[in-house]
C-alpha cells in the first residue's frame, strides 16, 4: 500500500500534538490533594502516552513498509477505516478477535 503524504503528515502533526500535551501534563504541578484531580490527570497521561505509543507504531509501519496491513492476518485494511484510525494495526475482524 502506498501512503499518502497526507497521512505521514497527519500523523507527524498527531504526534507533535500529543508529545507537547505529554509535556504540558508532566510539567504542571497539580498535587492539589483532590483525589478526584490526581485521578483525571493520571488517566489524561495514560491516554496521551497511549496515543503516542499508537501513532509512533503508525509511523514505524510506514518507514518499514508494512503500514495498512493487518498485523494479524496481514490483509489490507481498508482505506476508509485508516482514514477513521490512521493508526489501526488489525483489520475489523482481527480487532473484534482480539478485544474478544
Keep these: ?3 499518502d503524504s497526507t ?3 497527519s ?3 498527531d504526534f507533535a500534538v500529543q508529545t507537547a ?3 504540558e501534563l508532566t510539567e504542571i504541578n497539580a498535587d492539589t490533594g483532590d483525589p478526584a484531580q490526581a485521578h ?3 488517566a489524561l497521561l495514560a491516554a496521551t502516552r497511549q496515543s503516542l505509543e499508537q501513532i509512533s507504531g503508525a ?3 510506514i518507514a518499514d513498509g508494512t503500514y ?3 498485523q494479524r492476518c496481514e490483509t489490507t485494511i481498508p482505506e476508509e477505516r485508516l482514514e477513521v484510525l490512521p493508526h489501526a494495526r488489525f483489520c475489523v475482524p482481527c480487532q473484534q478477535k482480539h478485544h474478544g
Design 1 to 3: 500500500m502506498t501512503v
Design 7 to 9: 497521512i505521514r503528515a
Design 11 to 13: 500523523l507527524s502533526e
Design 21 to 23: 500535551r505529554l509535556k
Design 40 to 42: 483525571d490527570r493520571a
Design 59 to 61: 509511523l514505524r509501519r
Design 68 to 70: 495498512g496491513l493487518c
